[in-house]
């Protein structure tokens, strides 16, 4: 009898020195895998182009961990040398702005919408393909989990389970063709058919599917008429400093705010206050880690905020987390859009993690929702309920002066990145069905 545990292969883009919130899950996933009687190994670009990098994160590899890379053909390198590297950074990472572009970033979208389907990685599927089928069987592995975006990953997998027989778990950070972003690649009917096609080869091949929001999955059981497990992000509490609250009242947003994501609402609600409460206004601070954008900046500054702005820029995610924990609210924004209802972003958990009170502003239905009312963390506001959002800043800041700073969510263990690895070996352990 073989008692030695499975191994399975995740294959990701996403992986240090890569920064922002793709690489978390399963740069996170991965060290605790081990402990529920699976052994990960990792596939991942060995010459990537990410839009952004955090050598931190290097550090959080496992020592121990087999990590085996694979040449890639990035059509982003060669696109920035036309369209300029921000530009193009921002189209890899699927930020599209409304704003006038010129003709060479509208060409790019055309391309990257109608020639490289689904997304401008799938160059890679190829070359991954024939290199893993030597691969898995010299290393005797028989799962594999892609995780997507970019999507194109899936159909490695898809080729792997046709060619070699293993099993294969698609894992879905964000959908596919309701993504946000999709309506604005200039698809045409040819490449939209082929979208929708590839996604439901996956959807329904895949011996396992997994989505990160109830909302997503919900629609993949409507397209699949399968069953879809939602493994949420998570949080993992490896922040071990000390950190003393700001003596400010500091209204913190950690991540991207871009055009979209631009709650006018808060922004009146905060000037309203400023005017009429001279304490609040000698108090008060926004402050920003990532990228704001100039449309956001200059709403800001048009409700006489500048005064109260801090712009921070990119920061390290160890310095995200002591942010996190200084201030004194956590702001969670998202577009105002029904597409938006499935995101549910991987700060949430961190913040719930730093144990601040969170102001979250989004679309009506947001599964952000369902996590804040079962964790007892208050309600999630709508982009008309400027009111409520003022009076709950209020609240907030009459915490602060009471140096009441920590709030305590219920339940929140089950978000934890060990709770969240269990349910991820449980299921590769399911479907092996005792095979490893």
């Known amino acids: 009898m073989n008692n030695q545990k499975p191994k399975v292969l995740i294959i990701t883009y996403y992986w240090p020195p890569a920064g922002g919130p793709g690489v978390q899950r399963w740069l996170k996933l991965v060290k605790y895998l081990p402990d529920f009687g699976v052994v990960p190994v990792v596939y991942v670009p060995e010459n990537p182009t990410y839009p952004m990098v955090d050598e931190g994160f290097v550090k959080e590899v496992p020592s121990d961990l087999k990590v085996v890379k694979g040449k890639i053909f990035e059509p982003y390198a060669l696109a920035s040398r036309f369209s300029g590297k921000e530009k193009t950074k921002e189209i890899s990472a699927g930020v599209?702005?409304?704003?006038?572009?010129?003709?060479?970033?509208?060409?790019?979208?055309?391309?990257?919408?109608?020639?490289?389907?689904?997304?401008?990685?799938?160059?890679?599927?190829?070359?991954s393909v024939r290199f893993l089928k030597s691969y898995l069987k010299k290393e005797n592995i028989k799962a594999v989990i892609t995780t997507g975006p970019p999507h194109s990953l899936h159909l490695i997998g898809m080729k792997l389970q046709q060619q070699s027989g293993v099993k294969w778990i698609a894992d879905f950070r964000d959908p596919w063709t309701?993504?946000?972003?999709?309506?604005?690649?200039?698809?045409?009917?040819?490449?939209?058919?082929?979208?929708?096609?590839?996604?439901?080869?996956?959807?329904k091949k895949a011996d396992r599917v997994v989505a990160t929001s109830y909302t997503t999955a919900d629609e993949f059981r409507e397209k699949s008429g399968r069953a879809v497990e939602v493994i949420t992000n998570g949080y993992d509490s490896t922040y071990t400093g000390t950190v003393e609250p700001d003596e400010t009242f500091t209204i913190a947003h950690i991540g991207s705010l871009l055009t979209e994501r631009n709650p006018v609402v808060v922004w009146e609600a905060l000037s309203e206050l400023i005017a009429e409460h001279k304490d609040f206004a000698d108090n008060v601070v926004l402050k920003f880690a990532g990228t704001v954008s100039e449309e956001v900046v200059e709403t800001i500054k048009g409700y006489g905020l500048a005064p109260y702005l801090q712009l921070q820029g990119y920061v390290s995610h160890a310095e995200a987390l002591r942010l996190q924990r200084a201030s004194s609210v956590l702001l969670l924004i998202e577009i105002d859009k029904a597409e938006t209802r499935a995101i549910i972003p991987g700060k949430l958990f961190?913040?719930?993690?730093?144990?601040?009170?969170?102001?979250?502003?989004?679309?009506?239905?947001?599964?952000?929702?369902?996590?804040?009312?079962?964790?007892?963390?208050g309600p999630t506001y709508t982009y008309e309920q400027k009111e409520l959002i003022k009076s709950r800043i209020f609240k907030c800041y009459e915490r602060f002066l009471a140096k009441k700073y920590i709030m305590t969510p219920s339940g929140i263990q089950k978000y934890s990145r060990r709770s969240l690895a269990n349910r991820m070996a449980n299921l590769v352990l399911e479907v092996l069905g005792g095979e490893g």
Do not use: C
């Open 96 to 127: 599209i702005g409304s704003e006038k572009q010129s003709f060479a970033e509208k060409l790019m979208l055309w391309v990257r919408g109608n020639v490289f389907i689904p997304d401008a990685r799938v160059l890679w599927v190829k070359p």
């Open 178 to 203: 309701t993504i946000g972003y999709h309506q604005k690649l200039k698809l045409s009917s040819y490449a939209r058919k082929k979208h929708i096609a590839l996604e439901n080869g996956v959807l």
């Open 350 to 377: 961190e913040y719930l993690d730093a144990k601040r009170p969170i102001i979250a502003v989004g679309p009506q239905g947001w599964d952000v929702t369902r996590i804040m009312e079962e964790t007892g963390m």
